[in-house]
């Protein structure tokens, strides 16, 4: 069987304007499927957090476009080179499973290449003042330039380089500084990346990597001075802290998302299945915008449960390292917990699992469960695992959009029907910010504008072209201009 080797233990430090910074007290970063030492990073303390806050603020870009640009290549190229070292580091520290790991290397590298192109492009915008009565002969000029301070990012577990990428790529593009605190659950992956933009020519004070926790951190990343910008993608709990402790800067948040794959009457219910199943286990489920509940109409429920339960049980589930399993583990034992006892909540209302296996430690199955009530906590809430839950609902758009609506979510959507009235509703009473029809709720590109509404964020989108809008100051000017 193909088992990838084990990974030899790294004993890493910070990067602190690419200085190696090491303190005493250190996290152990544990593979989640057999316990094993992948790693550890320093504890750092808010002394650490301010001195790479500082060496930011006092460096002052002055990159060119085309500098960025062949810095964001270079990094994207490595990172293509360096495609199986990445996904086996990813697929340790995570416990996702190598093809997930292999994917997520591929998309970062379409993150970075996607920059480098939009680092060129002149985003500015210019307006006649001759157009009215009370007009004159000027033009307005507007320019984007770096934000005065820096910014600040935080990232979470799910995708440990793409969702890092996604926040130091368009810092990049635009001559901004950042400070980068990864989780310390996934925190090497981020360390790596940062050392191969060192090597790619990016000035070390424009990027720092800080490594710990809120215990001896404390809130440093959101309350320094210098920051201007803090980017946050993670728990609707810590985003809304977040937003109560940032006072006057400006904050972009991505949190959670509850997404509804619907299924409809005229659906071709295979490939509704296979859209349900992939896009409930794919990342062991570990996405904002997984599927996290299956409405489908009353009418067809039978035929297309029967289908997901045969697509599920194909799943391959074990061992990240197997380069044959379709599905690793789970974060950590203790999320693994939280979904059985979920699951078994939907039992005690009326639901039926239809398809799964114990849970062992973090590796917890694909697990079918039929005749959801759409109030249990089990899709009410968010979980972030690969349960594949099924709400049956009534023929009838009022009470299907009712029943969609009802989370506190508010991020992505799939649709599986062909019938134009359908989609059109759907698109306008849809409380989300994308509506993805015969695809699961996730799908995008990585330029593609991307966010939430609700709790699943404030309504800032990110994307690398959205992503560099936010990051940047619009500065307009004028000049006499003969009509």
């Not at 030492?37 to 870009?61: I, N, Q, T, Y």
């Not at 910008?229 to 802290?241: D, E």
């Not at 059985?340 to 590796?363: C, F």
């Not at 989609?423 to 995008?444: H, M, S």
Request: aromatic share 8%; charged share 25%.
């Amino acid at each position: 069987m193909p088992i990838l080797p084990k990974l030899p233990a790294r004993k890493e430090a910070m990067r602190i304007a690419g200085k190696l910074v090491s303190t005493d007290d250190v996290i152990e970063v544990k593979n989640p499927y057999d316990g094993s030492l992948v790693g550890s990073v320093p504890m750092a303390r808010p002394e650490h957090v301010r001195e790479a806050f500082r060496k930011a603020r006092d460096f002052k870009p002055k990159l060119s476009r085309y500098e960025r640009q062949q810095i964001l290549q270079k990094t994207a190229q490595l990172m293509a080179n360096r495609r199986e070292e990445f996904a086996r580091l990813i697929s340790a520290e995570s416990g996702l499973c190598w093809k997930d790991a292999i994917y997520e290397s591929t998309r970062a590298y379409d993150v970075w290449s996607f920059a480098g192109q939009l680092a060129i492009k002149d985003d500015g915008e210019q307006f006649s003042c001759d157009i009215s009565p009370n007009g004159k002969a000027r033009k307005i000029f507007t320019t984007r330039v770096p934000l005065l301070g820096v910014i600040s990012a935080i990232t979470p577990f799910n995708h440990p380089l793409n969702m890092v990428s996604h926040k130091l790529a368009p810092a990049i593009a635009t001559n901004n500084r950042l400070v980068l605190k990864p989780t310390e659950l996934t925190p090497l992956t981020a360390l790596a990346l940062a050392d191969v933009l060192y090597e790619a020519g990016l000035p070390p004070e424009m990027l720092s990597v800080v490594t710990g926790n809120p215990r001896t951190m404390g809130d440093a990343m959101i309350t320094d001075p210098a920051a201007d910008l803090i980017t946050f993608t993670g728990s609707v709990r810590v985003g809304k802290y977040i937003a109560e402790k940032a006072g006057y800067r400006r904050i972009v948040l991505e949190l959670g998302g509850n997404d509804p794959l619907i299924i409809m009457e005229d659906a071709d219910l295979d490939k509704a299945a296979e859209l349900a199943v992939q896009g409930a286990t794919k990342n062991s489920g570990q996405r904002c915008t997984a599927v996290k509940r299956i409405l489908c109409v009353e009418s067809v429920a039978d035929e297309f449960v029967k289908r997901v339960v045969e697509k599920a049980s194909r799943l391959k589930c074990g061992n990240p390292a197997d380069t044959e399993v379709d599905l690793g583990t789970v974060i950590n034992e203790g999320a693994a917990k939280l979904f059985e006892a979920r699951v078994k909540d939907a039992e005690s209302q009326g639901a039926e699992v239809l398809y799964g296996h114990p849970r062992e430690g973090a590796l917890f199955p694909p697990t079918v469960v039929d005749k959801v009530p759409f109030m249990a906590e089990l899709v009410h809430e968010e979980t972030f695992g690969p349960v594949i839950p099924i709400i049956r609902v009534p023929d009838n758009m009022d009470e299907i959009i009712r029943i969609s609506n009802s989370t506190a979510y508010g991020l992505s959507s799939g649709l599986c029907t062909n019938r134009i009235d359908y989609i059109q509703r759907f698109i306008a009473e849809l409380d989300v910010g994308t509506v993805n029809v015969w695809e699961v709720p996730g799908y995008r590109i990585e330029m593609s504008p991307f966010g939430g509404i609700k709790d699943s964020g404030l309504g800032y989108k990110e994307g690398v072209w959205e992503a560099m809008k936010s990051f940047t100051n619009v500065r307009t000017w004028s000049m006499p201009w003969s009509a």
